[in-house]
């Protein structure tokens, strides 16, 4: 009889529970230990680890890990900056600092020259501050830590701390100290952001916003006056980096609409970056929805809704953005659209969501769209433009729109916003000159032109005598001082001059290149060779006496509002960059470079077609134009008036003077 089995359990026998070593088991792989195998295992005795056996170990996330570490570390430096400092041996700063690296480890400084976590910098930082001489700029900020909290900054429960970007790296007290300056002088002119926020918080929220407030602030900060130039190109890289590693927060919207307003330094036209990183912003703010706020979660992966504070701040971004993308297409002569749902809801419906001040440069956007549209939709030609028949009839129609307008914000706007306002004005007062008749209605809104471009300057000089609007304001300030110089300059030299107070118009423009000079931030940047290229025009249109039987006109004519300043940037090529317009005569003005550099070559001298972009930029700098009148025994005081002759920022050596390269 076969032996009988024992009764199976109806539950299966409990297997042993394998256990991998700690290292193995962290970095979630097969360990042979868990096999029975010997210990160490052969992966921790290939990599000299220490290889144990731990039931209760649990894995760690190393993604946590690195953000507790991170937040360590700026704990430590923000502890290391507001400790005071202690007094180094003066040997351990003559081992580790050379005479030259000793004058960047002042406290004060803030560029740092060694590589950030070297020694050098570690130790620098630390050193206390070297005495410095006393100064008193106009608006500098005392270089030394703040014994109260800013008024700016309501997050004191800690310390701000310091932070560093490449080679450049900013104590806590300097960063509030730029805080402070671009909320003071930079924000109230558009009013984007939240003041009470700490800068901590702001670099918690975006690094490139935090980074965009500080490179705006060191515009002009007199305490580091390299501070700028240092910081210009980490910042550019930190916002191309950012936006090429999606998904994006408004915050990032925020960063690019700042650096457009307040653009990166250019000698040109064609290297400016500012429509390209404006689109980007456009193209983020639909993809995230901000123009739809209360249907946010429609564009997100995720549900959610906006709180209120949230919601305020995605419809001054929105709102913003639209005015900046106005700004900046008017500019280049192109088209954006002129309105949408949101736009016009912070427009007629809710007064309450955005300050007033921004509702007012939205109204005016919204206008200057309009204009912009309502012109180019036609299909007429290659300008887009109205039937010169229509023009009259068109631009009288907006006109009433515009005055309407500013009836209307004219009791309770501000001087700055209303600088704005006329230069919506102008830019309507343009089309015009696009018009090919010599009507009386036509003259009378040129007329009209005339008037507003003296009182926009006046505005302007005063804005400037009393909140320094020239070193602070957005772009759009230059671009409106340029077109109402260029509108005196114009109609000046015209068959509207006897209707014209010439004497005014000429002291407007006087003030016009003054205050261009006084945006310029860099040496030869758009601002200061503006102020050269309106002195060049106005010397030019005093030699040749302009065209004053002629009515006003351009004949660059694709630009739309655009078209006076890119058609009076051609008029300048022409008579002083040596590029006369294809197909057209060359210019008497460029016939006298043309003569003139020939002799320079019968003489040895430099050549336009001498050695590559050397002889080039001779030839663009050589002084064309004025040297021909030279030729005909005029001297320099013949050619530009007194006034002009003292605002020329060129240097004058006998006869000849360095004029700026092609724009």
Same mark, same amino acid.
């Given at each position: ?6 009764? %199976?359990?109806?539950? /299966? ?93 002042? =406290? ?35 270089? %030394?830590?703040?014994?109260?909290? @800013?008024?700016?900054?309501?997050? #004191? ?67 580091? /006056?390299?501070?700028?130039? @240092? ?17 994006? #927060? ?26 390209? &990183? ?35 701040e995605v419809a001054r971004t929105w709102a913003t953005c639209y005015i900046t993308a ?25 007064? #309450? ?9 939205? &109204?005016? @956007?919204r206008f200057s769209a309009r204009v912009g549209q309502f012109m180019s939709s036609h ?28 009836? #209307? ?45 003296? @009182? ?57 290149? =003054? ?55 051609w008029m300048w090529r022409e008579q002083f960059g040596g590029q006369p317009r294809s ?10 470079? &043309? ?69």
């Amino acid at each position: 009889m076969p032996p009988q089995r024992a009764p %199976q359990s109806p539950f /299966p026998r409990h297997r042993s529970k394998r256990i991998a070593c700690r290292q193995c088991r962290q970095s979630k792989l097969r360990c042979e230990v868990s096999t029975g195998g010997a210990i160490p295992c052969s992966r921790c005795r290939r990599l000299g680890y220490e290889c144990r056996l731990d039931v209760a170990y649990q894995r760690v996330n190393g993604r946590e890990r690195l953000e507790e570490l991170e937040k360590e570390v700026q704990h430590l430096r923000s502890s290391v900056s507001t400790h005071p400092p202690a007094a180094a041996p003066q040997s351990l700063q003559g081992i580790l600092l050379t005479p030259s690296e000793s004058y960047h480890a002042d =406290a004060s400084s803030i560029i740092v020259q060694e590589p950030s976590g070297s020694r050098v910098d570690l130790v620098a930082s630390q050193m206390p501050p070297l005495p410095v001489e006393p100064t008193t700029p106009v608006h500098s900020l005392p270089s %030394q830590q703040p014994s109260q909290p @800013s008024p700016l900054l309501t997050d #004191t429960t800690s310390p701000t701390s310091s932070r560093s970007l490449e080679f450049v790296h900013l104590h806590g007290f300097q960063v509030n100290a730029l805080f402070n300056i671009f909320f003071t002088h930079y924000h109230p002119y558009v009013p984007l952001l939240d003041p009470t926020i700490s800068p901590n918080q702001y670099y918690a929220r975006s690094a490139v916003l935090f980074w965009s407030i500080i490179l705006l602030a060191s515009r002009r900060y007199t305490e580091e /006056p390299g501070l700028f130039v @240092s910081l210009t190109a980490p910042v550019k890289k930190l916002i191309w980096d950012t936006i090429a590693n999606p998904p994006h #927060t408004w915050h990032v919207v925020q960063a690019i609409i700042l650096v457009c307003l307040w653009p990166f330094p250019t000698s040109s036209l064609s290297s400016d970056i500012t429509s390209i &990183l404006l689109s980007t912003a456009q193209t983020i703010s639909l993809r995230i929805g901000l123009h739809r706020p209360e249907a946010i979660q429609d564009f997100s992966r995720t549900k959610r809704r906006l709180m209120p504070d949230e919601m305020a701040e995605v419809a001054r971004t929105w709102a913003t953005c639209y005015i900046t993308a106005q700004t900046i297409v008017t500019i280049d002569g192109q088209v954006w659209v002129s309105s949408d749902w949101m736009i016009d809801r912070l427009c007629d419906r809710d007064s #309450t969501m955005i300050p007033t001040s921004l509702k007012h440069q939205l &109204l005016i @956007s919204r206008f200057s769209a309009r204009v912009g549209q309502f012109m180019s939709s036609h299909s007429q030609g290659p300008t887009d433009l109205p039937r010169p028949g229509e023009f009259i009839s068109l631009l009288a129609l907006l006109e009433r729109e515009y005055t309407e307008l500013a009836s #209307t914000l004219t009791s309770y706007i501000s001087d700055e916003n209303k600088v704005l306002l006329n230069g919506t004005g102008l830019q309507l007062y343009v089309f015009y000159l696009l018009e090919e008749s010599d009507s009386d209605t036509r003259k009378r809104g040129l007329l009209r032109a005339y008037s507003m471009s003296i @009182s926009t300057i006046t505005i302007i000089n005063q804005l400037e005598a009393l909140t320094d609007a020239m070193a602070y304001g957005p772009v759009s300030y230059f671009r409106i001082i340029s077109i109402a110089a260029m509108f005196i300059l114009k109609l000046s030299y015209s068959n509207l001059g006897p209707y014209l107070d010439l004497e005014t118009g000429k002291r407007s423009f006087n003030s016009a290149i =003054a205050l261009t000079r006084r945006i310029s931030i860099e040496d030869n940047d758009l601002p200061g060779r503006m102020s050269k290229i309106l002195t060049q025009l106005w010397s030019a249109q005093v030699i040749h006496r302009g065209q004053r039987d002629k009515p006003p006109g351009l004949r660059l004519k694709t630009r739309l509002a655009a078209s006076l300043v890119h058609d009076s940037m051609w008029m300048w090529r022409e008579q002083f960059g040596g590029q006369p317009r294809s197909g057209t005569n060359t210019p008497l003005a460029s016939r006298g470079y &043309l003569a003139d550099n020939r002799a320079m070559e019968q003489r040895g001298g430099l050549s336009a077609r001498g050695t590559g972009s050397a002889g080039q930029e001779a030839a663009t700098n050589f002084p064309v134009g004025m040297e021909g009148a030279y030729s005909d025994g005029l001297t320099l005081e013949d050619v530009v008036d007194a006034e002009l002759l003292a605002l020329l920022p060129f240097s004058l050596d006998g006869e000849i003077f360095t004029a700026p390269g092609g724009c």
